[in-house]
């Protein structure tokens, strides 16, 4: 490290002090700073840039007070420009979506706890648009705010009710504090507590708030009622369907409570909850066996799910690894998981909640807490079946009665540098049903403990995680887990251990599965020269997808880079940041199952464009999976080269796009590209659109398996592959119209279409290897049409029909059309209230042909028929 890097480690600059005083008179919440009060209040003024020019004075002036009374906080800020008024930049924008793309803005961060950990952060721009959070910029308080332009620059005034924050018992208050401010037009971002930019910072760095007293603890409740009405214009699958109609109306009503219990202890619980979605999910092609992972959207799991976050996972560059997630939110009230057999089968959309509670906060001992408890109902489905004896109904269950709870705890020590934390996670279903008893276990556990450790100023880190986990049920269901792609215990040349404590061996009486999983990371985070070492595991049977989210157990993955971060700006770049690197993994068994290399810049040019370019290489490996639960094959190398290159973001019109190119030894080329379009004609519209076209080739895409007595390398049964190419095309389309900081029309728009051509039917030689042969058309492989009109392959791997079985198939080629789309008029028509009206509308089709002709398929695509929702909710806030 550089002798003056390294003294700034050791010695960092002292945080600067302000005080707040008690506000003295009254103070009208509009922006204007004309009230007398503030001038009782000495302003901060000293301000330091960490763009353009590191560390030296902000070229414009700031100065900043701070009041308060036995209610709240109040904050008046004055930002002057030198050329006034012209050298304000504002913007209308919904709450929650400012950025430094579009104006300029100031940022204020309060480490409530002074633990130096935890903060909340208010923004606030010369349009009074405003985003605020917690970490999660989807916690929404209700506070006061307004913004006023003059001839001097723009003033700001804001008021935050105590009640809206959490904080220390203690009469004497002392806060951290940090003030940044963006200079839209002069690209200058400022900052009242000041640190190198490849330093590490945060709270530990943080301005004092001093002289602040809170003699009453705020024990604000707050009453949330809603009510949704839907309708649901839906063209059922079949007119047959006696369950199905073209015309639904739905509506419901519930509520949500918020009481604070003590200034660092708040307690959300909802009755007959809303969990609907107000966006839409965006349209994939899975062709894995592997879960698509969503967002959580719902905003009762959103706001302090910060308090149950477990699983951190960071490196400079990585790729093809999961993190040790505990918790999943979207698993509570997901859609039924059990789908009984016949005819016609009307499974229930989602699970419904019938109530959640969830406690969160700070103890006095530095101790955060999270607890969190919910209850969902049993759901039937309703199913007709009908065969020669007429047709019969009844409605078997589709998800058993559940309750679903998470305890998180974590203490920190030495001003936040070192902190350490437990989560418990339990699942508990009640069900009778012998479908239920067979498919879904009874109870998982989970128990995780997670360290974070920081030393020489945050300079060098240790962080890791280690789990345990424990799923009980009955010998059927711990049979589908142990045969699920995230394990494949059937594999029959896995080198089966046992099933002691840990399970390691496929066992069909069995009736748990436990495991363990961890992670470790040790790093140099700080400087110029930087340096991480990693591992991730997951033993065999760790299984956690009751509560969380996992796609694959079973491996060690391990992970070294070196890194050079330059803040410096020189002619060409502002900043960049290089990476070399390796990765590696390899299953229980011992085998490496994959292995990159990589490297890669990342930066901006000095005229504020960003780029990026890496490669990675990937020489040939193992690979487990390729046969679904069959033996070990190897997977060809490849390199793939991906580049990011973008325009000045603070234009009226800017652009990104991000292309790749990667070919495999194994003779596929697979490539990219994408284009970002944002166009902003006036400071409260925003119109974006991203066309993406991408051509990806497999060269063993798994079709089916079969039993074969003649395939006796792999035991019995012949697997079958083919080449794939798929074709995607789609266009992400949105228009944000910002009326005023509380009215805003929000429209999504996204077509898709997707082809994929399988062809060179294929098997591998052996297993262990990666040479494969491709069938003889007519003679190995035989082409029919069947009594209903499609194609159906049958292979006969000798050729000569002498074959003990053969295996046949269905024609895998695929042209999947998709349009999602929705439109969102938000109104926060008071503070804390909120009205929604919304329009969702989708259209799909699809056909087994597999060449992409886009002109068959945008006339197909627009040529279905649309499923329209009309959704209309309301919210009113009730403080207390």
């Given at each position: 490290?550089p002798?003056?890097?390294?003294?700034?480690?050791?010695?960092?600059?002292?945080?600067?002090?302000?005080?707040?005083?008690?506000?003295?008179?009254?103070?009208?919440?509009?922006g204007?700073?004309?009230?007398?009060a503030?001038?009782?209040a000495?302003?901060?003024?000293?301000?330091?840039?960490s763009?353009?020019?590191?560390?030296?004075?902000?070229t414009?002036?700031?100065?900043?007070?701070?009041?308060?009374?036995d209610?709240a906080l109040y904050?008046?800020?004055?930002?002057?420009?030198?050329?006034?008024?012209?050298?304000?930049?504002?913007?209308?924008v919904?709450?929650?979506?400012?950025?430094?793309?579009l104006?300029?803005?100031?940022?204020?961060?309060?480490?409530t706890?002074?633990?130096?950990?935890?903060?909340v952060?208010?923004w606030?721009n010369?349009?009074?648009s405003?985003?605020?959070?917690?970490?999660?910029?989807?916690?929404?308080p209700?506070?006061?705010?307004?913004?006023?332009?003059?001839?001097?620059?723009?003033?700001?005034?804001?008021?935050?009710?105590f009640s809206?924050?959490?904080?220390?018992?203690?009469?004497?208050?002392?806060?951290?504090?940090?003030?940044?401010?963006?200079?839209?037009?002069?690209n200058?971002?400022?900052?009242?507590?000041?640190?190198?930019?490849n330093?590490?910072?945060?709270?530990?760095?943080?301005?004092h708030?001093?002289?602040?007293?809170?003699?009453?603890?705020p024990?604000?409740?707050?009453?949330?009622?809603?009510?949704?009405?839907?309708?649901?214009?839906?063209?059922?699958?079949?007119?047959?369907?006696?369950?199905?109609d073209?015309?639904?109306?739905?509506?419901?009503i519930?509520?949500?409570?918020k009481?604070?219990?003590?200034?660092?202890?708040?307690?959300?619980?909802?009755?007959?909850?809303?969990?609907?979605?107000?966006?839409?999910?965006?349209?994939?092609?899975?062709?894995?066996?592997?879960e698509?992972?969503?967002?959580?959207?719902?905003?009762?799991?959103?706001?302090?799910?910060?308090?149950?976050g477990?699983?951190?996972?960071?490196?400079?560059?990585?790729?093809?690894?999961?993190?040790?997630?505990?918790?999943?939110t979207?698993?509570?009230?997901?859609?039924?998981?059990l789908t009984?057999?016949g005819?016609?089968?009307?499974?229930?959309?989602?699970?419904?909640?019938?109530?959640?509670?969830?406690?969160?906060?700070?103890?006095?001992n530095?101790m955060?807490?999270?607890?969190?408890?919910?209850?969902?109902r049993r759901?039937?489905?309703?199913?007709?079946?009908?065969?020669a004896?007429?047709?019969?109904?009844?409605?078997?269950?589709?998800?058993?009665?559940?309750?679903?709870?998470?305890?998180?705890?974590?203490?920190?020590?030495?001003?936040?540098?070192?902190?350490f934390?437990?989560?418990?996670?339990?699942?508990?279903?009640?069900t009778?049903?012998?479908?239920?008893?067979?498919?879904l276990?009874?109870?998982?556990?989970g128990?995780?403990?997670?360290?974070?450790?920081?030393?020489?100023?945050?300079?060098?880190?240790?962080?890791?995680?280690?789990?345990?986990?424990d799923?009980?049920?009955s010998?059927?269901s711990?049979?589908?887990?142990?045969?699920?792609?995230?394990?494949?215990?059937?594999?029959?040349?896995?080198?089966?251990g046992?099933?002691?404590?840990?399970?390691?061996a496929?066992d069909?009486a069995?009736?748990?599965?436990?495991?363990?999983?961890?992670?470790?990371?040790?790093?140099?985070?700080?400087?110029?020269?930087?340096?991480?070492?990693?591992?991730?595991?997951?033993?065999?049977?760790?299984?956690?997808?009751?509560?969380?989210?996992l796609?694959?157990?079973d491996y060690?993955?391990?992970?070294?880079?070196?890194?050079?971060?330059?803040?410096?700006?020189?002619k060409?770049?502002?900043?960049?940041?290089?990476?070399v690197?390796?990765?590696?993994?390899?299953n229980?068994?011992?085998?490496?199952?994959d292995?990159?290399f990589?490297?890669g810049i990342?930066?901006?040019?000095?005229n504020?464009?960003?780029?990026?370019?890496?490669?990675?290489?990937?020489?040939?490996?193992?690979?487990?999976?390729l046969?679904?639960?069959?033996?070990?094959?190897?997977?060809?190398g490849?390199?793939?080269w991906?580049?990011?290159?973008?325009?000045?973001a603070?234009?009226?019109?800017?652009?990104t796009?991000?292309?790749?190119y990667?070919?495999?030894?194994a003779?596929?080329?697979?490539?990219?590209?994408?284009?970002?379009?944002?166009?902003k004609?006036?400071n409260?519209?925003?119109?974006?659109?991203?066309?993406?076209?991408n051509?990806s080739?497999?060269?063993?895409?798994f079709?089916?398996?079969?039993?074969?007595?003649?395939?006796?390398a792999?035991?019995?049964?012949?697997?079958?592959?083919?080449e794939?190419?798929?074709?995607?095309?789609?266009?992400?389309t949105?228009v944000?119209?910002?009326?005023?900081?509380?009215?805003t029309l929000?429209?999504?728009?996204?077509?898709l279409?997707?082809?994929?051509?399988?062809?060179?039917?294929?098997?591998?030689?052996?297993?262990?290897?990666?040479?494969?042969?491709?069938?003889?058309?007519?003679?190995?492989?035989?082409?029919?049409?069947?009594?209903?009109?499609?194609?159906v392959?049958?292979?006969?791997?000798?050729?000569a029909?002498t074959?003990?079985?053969?295996?046949?198939?269905g024609?895998?080629?695929?042209?999947?059309?998709?349009?999602?789309?929705?439109?969102?008029?938000r109104?926060?028509?008071?503070?804390?209230?909120?009205?929604?009206?919304?329009?969702?509308?989708?259209?799909?089709?699809?056909?087994?042909?597999?060449?992409?002709?886009?002109?068959?398929?945008?006339?197909?695509?627009?040529?279905?028929?649309?499923?329209?929702?009309?959704?209309?909710?309301?919210?009113?806030?009730?403080?207390?």
């Open positions: 490290m002798a003056a890097a390294q003294s700034r480690n050791v010695h960092p600059t002292p945080p600067p002090v302000v005080r707040v005083v008690a506000r003295s008179g009254d103070v009208a919440i509009d204007k700073l004309d009230e007398a503030w001038s009782a000495t302003p901060a003024t000293e301000f330091r840039q763009q353009p020019t590191e560390g030296a004075a902000a414009q002036r700031m100065e900043i007070r701070f009041l308060f009374d209610d904050v008046g800020a004055r930002m002057y420009d030198s050329l006034g008024a012209r050298g304000v930049r504002g913007a209308l919904r709450r929650d979506q400012l950025d430094e793309s104006s300029d803005y100031i940022q204020l961060s309060f480490d706890y002074h633990d130096h950990v935890s903060t952060y208010f606030i010369p349009s009074g405003i985003r605020d959070g917690t970490g999660d910029p989807t916690w929404d209700v506070w006061q705010s307004g913004a006023a332009v003059d001839s001097l620059g723009w003033t700001a005034e804001l008021r935050i009710p809206q924050l959490n904080f220390s018992r203690d009469i004497d208050q002392t806060w951290g504090l940090q003030v940044i401010r963006w200079a839209h037009a002069r200058e971002r400022t900052h009242l507590a000041w640190w190198p930019n330093e590490n910072g945060g709270p530990p760095r943080y301005a708030l001093e002289g602040m007293r809170v003699t009453s603890r024990r604000g409740m707050e009453l949330v009622p809603y009510v949704v009405t839907q309708a649901n214009y839906v063209r059922p699958a079949s007119a047959a369907n006696p369950f199905t073209d015309t639904e109306y739905k509506y419901r519930g509520g949500d409570v009481y604070r219990l003590t200034s660092n202890l708040t307690l959300n619980a909802t009755i007959n909850p809303d969990f609907g979605q107000v966006e839409v999910d965006p349209a994939v092609v899975n062709l894995s066996t592997f698509t992972f969503f967002q959580e959207r719902r905003p009762f799991f959103i706001e302090g799910a910060s308090a149950f477990f699983g951190s996972f960071s490196c400079f560059f990585c790729s093809n690894v999961q993190n040790l997630g505990m918790f999943y979207r698993r509570i009230g997901r859609r039924p998981q009984p057999a005819t016609f089968v009307d499974v229930p959309d989602n699970t419904t909640i019938l109530a959640a509670a969830k406690i969160t906060g700070r103890l006095k530095r955060t807490v999270g607890f969190l408890d919910a209850v969902t759901e039937d489905a309703d199913v007709m079946v009908e065969d004896s007429g047709r019969r109904f009844f409605s078997p269950e589709a998800e058993p009665f559940s309750n679903y709870l998470v305890g998180r705890t974590r203490r920190d020590y030495k001003d936040g540098n070192y902190r934390g437990v989560i418990l996670t339990s699942v508990d279903r009640f009778d049903d012998s479908l239920a008893l067979t498919r276990p009874g109870h998982a556990r128990l995780g403990f997670d360290w974070d450790m920081n030393w020489k100023n945050r300079t060098y880190n240790f962080v890791g995680q280690y789990a345990l986990s799923v009980r049920g010998a059927p711990i049979l589908r887990l142990q045969r699920s792609s995230a394990r494949y215990f059937q594999k029959p040349d896995r080198e089966h046992g099933n002691g404590i840990f399970s390691d496929f069909v069995a009736d748990r599965l436990s495991g363990y999983g961890g992670y470790g990371r040790v790093a140099k985070d700080a400087g110029t020269w930087l340096w991480e070492s990693s591992v991730n595991y997951r033993s065999p049977g760790f299984e956690v997808n009751d509560i969380a989210f796609t694959r157990a060690f993955w391990q992970n070294f880079n070196f890194a050079r971060s330059v803040s410096k700006p020189s060409l770049f502002r900043y960049y940041f290089t990476v690197g390796t990765q590696q993994q390899f229980y068994d011992g085998d490496l199952i292995r990159q990589h490297s990342f930066g901006q040019f000095a504020y464009w960003p780029v990026n370019f890496f490669v990675i290489r990937r020489p040939e490996s193992y690979e487990d999976r046969t679904r639960g069959g033996p070990t094959v190897r997977r060809r490849s390199t793939t991906f580049g990011f290159l973008g325009t000045d603070r234009k009226p019109i800017s652009f796009t991000s292309p790749n990667g070919y495999s030894e003779g596929t080329v697979g490539y990219s590209f994408d284009l970002s379009i944002t166009y004609p006036a409260n519209i925003q119109l974006s659109l991203g066309p993406a076209y051509v080739a497999s060269p063993y895409q079709v089916t398996a079969g039993a074969d007595s003649t395939a006796t792999f035991f019995g049964t012949r697997y079958v592959f083919a794939l190419r798929q074709t995607l095309l789609s266009m992400n949105r944000n119209v910002t009326f005023s900081p509380r009215l929000e429209a999504f728009m996204q077509p279409i997707a082809s994929g051509d399988f062809f060179e039917y294929r098997e591998f030689l052996a297993p262990r290897q990666s040479a494969m042969r491709n069938y003889i058309p007519g003679t190995e492989l035989i082409t029919f049409t069947s009594s209903s009109g499609g194609t392959y049958t292979v006969d791997a000798d050729g029909g074959a003990a079985q053969t295996v046949s198939f024609e895998p080629d695929f042209n999947f059309r998709s349009l999602r789309g929705n439109a969102v008029l109104w926060e028509y008071r503070p804390g209230s909120t009205l929604y009206l919304v329009w969702q509308q989708s259209r799909s089709s699809s056909a087994p042909v597999g060449d992409f002709d886009f002109a068959r398929d945008r006339s197909a695509l627009f040529g279905a028929h649309p499923d329209n929702i009309f959704l209309v909710k309301a919210s009113y806030w009730f403080g207390f």
